[in-house]
């Protein structure tokens, strides 16, 4: 297991620049205004040949903050992190100096008993390089001038980690079965991260009647009967007519990246007011980019009538997007629990569905039999004629059909009928399909 290292210090002193520099990655968002990182936000972190896991946390601030407001909510989090890690990164803003901010937050993690490195950021020139030695006033040992934007200084912080972490052990076997990424989306303050902190067993995102709360997708890992999942807690979309420049704009990115990165997208959805037009509005992203599909109707507990709802709810997905034919659909209350359980069994049959293949025979026993029953339709006095079909490859389904004409001639309609077949002989309900209709002749005629 790789030991941890959390990044701490009060608001915008570079903590999340520092992350991704870490991290290889803009795996952060990053902004000028303060107060930009408010979950704990992981990844795996590399500095020459030492690797760890790095951790962003929310700036810590205002001390003296009402214990009902936002502050103490961030202020937990951060403090939660610092107590799972193996090392703390403090930073500090070689610019500005020390600020009485700087020296509470050196208390903390002074009463934590951790290792610490400090570090004296933003130091891009040899001036404000000399200037940073006031972090010693810290107490806690020689700080560190580096740059995290320019990556100046980094070679100190690698002779530093090393002394303290040392050498890690080799990469995992590459055998490993990769984890299940599962990104759950909706709109603002449907309960997401209450969903992922019940998932989790514990409070790893932030909550709150807030909206808006989480603005980087956050990941965090899951193990349950033998099966490694990935839950991504994301940002809440709204219409994009509404989103608003700047930190929002980069908040809706950091949720479409997260969605194309997912093997399952989880939509939560208020079952007090169903499926939405900005619901169906990420259920068509999540068909664009092929990603097995799971809906969680939250709340559940407020509904009056639970079987008519449920009903009505099936029926507007599969009437507006027949792609999702049978797509399971979870009720739950993220916030008593009532249901959870029976959400990640969906997930794992959902992903299940994504991954599978059909066998090359079965699949043109069934053609054979969907030909026989509705023969394609006349095109240009011709009638179209498919040959052969094969699964050209998973995660999603995709099968490639075989035909006397070319595929742009093939209509609509048929495809859909041959999609639902398919849906219900090989157990594929809910899950994106594509098919790819080639002309030419059957490639494997002579075998």
């Known amino acids: 297991m790789l030991p941890s290292v959390a990044i701490v210090g009060r608001p915008n002193v570079g903590k999340s620049t520092l992350f991704n520099r870490l991290a290889g990655a803009r795996r952060a968002l990053v902004d000028d205004q303060p107060g930009v990182t408010r979950d704990r936000i992981e990844a795996e972190g590399r500095l020459?040949?030492?690797?760890?896991?790095?951790?962003?946390?929310?700036?810590?601030?205002?001390?003296?903050?009402?214990?009902?407001?936002?502050?103490?909510?961030?202020?937990?989090?951060?403090?939660?992190?610092?107590?799972?890690?193996?090392?703390?990164?403090l930073v500090v803003d070689a610019r500005s100096g020390v600020t009485p901010?700087?020296?509470?937050?050196?208390?903390?993690?002074?009463?934590?008993?951790?290792?610490?490195?400090?570090?004296?950021?933003?130091a891009d020139d040899d001036r404000v390089a000399a200037a940073a030695g006031e972090a010693w006033t810290l107490g806690l040992g020689a700080p560190i001038a580096v740059s995290a934007e320019h990556g100046l200084g980094m070679p100190d912080l690698l002779e530093a980690l090393r002394a303290i972490l040392g050498l890690q052990p080799p990469p995992r076997d590459a055998e490993e079965t990769?984890?299940?990424?599962?990104?759950?989306?909706?709109?603002?303050?449907?309960?997401?991260?209450?969903?992922?902190?019940?998932?989790?067993?514990?409070?790893?995102?932030?909550?709150?009647?807030?909206?808006?709360?989480?603005?980087?997708?956050?990941?965090?890992?899951?193990?349950?009967?033998?099966?490694r999942l990935e839950l991504v807690d994301t940002a809440g979309l709204r219409r994009k007519a509404r989103v608003e420049a700047g930190l929002e704009r980069m908040s809706t990115a950091a949720t479409l990246r997260a969605v194309r990165a997912a093997h399952v997208v989880v939509l939560l959805i208020d079952a007090t007011s169903?499926?939405?037009q900005q619901d169906l509005a990420i259920l068509r992203q999540a068909?664009?980019?092929?990603?097995?599909?799971?809906?969680?109707?939250?709340?559940?507990?407020?509904?009056?009538?639970?079987?008519?709802?449920?009903?009505?709810?099936?029926?507007?997905?599969?009437?507006?997007?027949?792609?999702?034919?049978?797509?399971?659909?979870?009720?739950?209350?993220?916030?008593?629990?009532?249901?959870?359980e029976r959400l990640l069994p969906?997930?794992?049959?959902?992903?299940?569905?994504?991954?599978?293949?059909?066998?090359t025979a079965a699949l043109n026993r069934w053609l054979r039999e969907a030909l026989e029953r509705n023969?394609?339709?006349?095109?240009?006095?011709?009638?179209?004629?498919?040959?052969?079909?094969?699964?050209?490859?998973?995660?999603?389904?995709?099968?490639?059909?075989?035909?006397?004409?070319?595929?742009?001639?093939?209509?609509?309609t048929y495809l859909r009928y041959l999609d639902a077949g398919l849906r219900k002989?090989?157990?594929?309900?809910?899950?994106?399909l594509r098919l790819l209709v080639r002309h030419g002749d059957n490639p494997y005629a002579e075998n």
């Open 101 to 122: 901010a700087d020296a509470e937050v050196a208390a903390l993690v002074r009463r934590s008993g951790k290792p610490v490195l400090v570090l004296a950021n933003k």
């Open 274 to 276: 169903p499926l939405e």
């Open 178 to 227: 990769p984890p299940i990424r599962v990104a759950v989306v909706g709109r603002p303050n449907v309960g997401k991260s209450t969903l992922v902190n019940r998932l989790l067993g514990r409070e790893r995102m932030l909550t709150g009647p807030e909206p808006g709360l989480t603005r980087d997708a956050v990941a965090s890992p899951l193990s349950w009967q033998g099966h």
């Open 425 to 432: 002989s090989f157990d594929l309900a809910g899950v994106p």
């Open 48 to 89: 020459g040949e030492l690797r760890f896991r790095v951790v962003d946390t929310a700036g810590i601030d205002n001390p003296a903050a009402d214990a009902s407001g936002l502050q103490p909510r961030l202020r937990r989090l951060t403090m939660d992190a610092l107590a799972d890690a193996d090392l703390a990164l």
């Open 375 to 412: 023969p394609p339709p006349m095109v240009q006095g011709r009638r179209l004629k498919l040959r052969y079909a094969t699964q050209a490859r998973t995660r999603p389904p995709t099968f490639a059909l075989f035909a006397n004409k070319p595929g742009e001639r093939m209509p609509e």
């Open 346 to 359: 969906a997930i794992i049959e959902a992903h299940r569905r994504w991954s599978s293949r059909v066998p």
């Open 287 to 340: 068909i664009e980019e092929g990603r097995a599909v799971v809906i969680a109707a939250n709340k559940w507990d407020l509904v009056e009538e639970p079987a008519t709802t449920l009903a009505q709810l099936r029926e507007r997905i599969e009437g507006r997007l027949w792609q999702l034919k049978g797509v399971p659909c979870v009720a739950l209350s993220a916030q008593t629990g009532r249901h959870v």
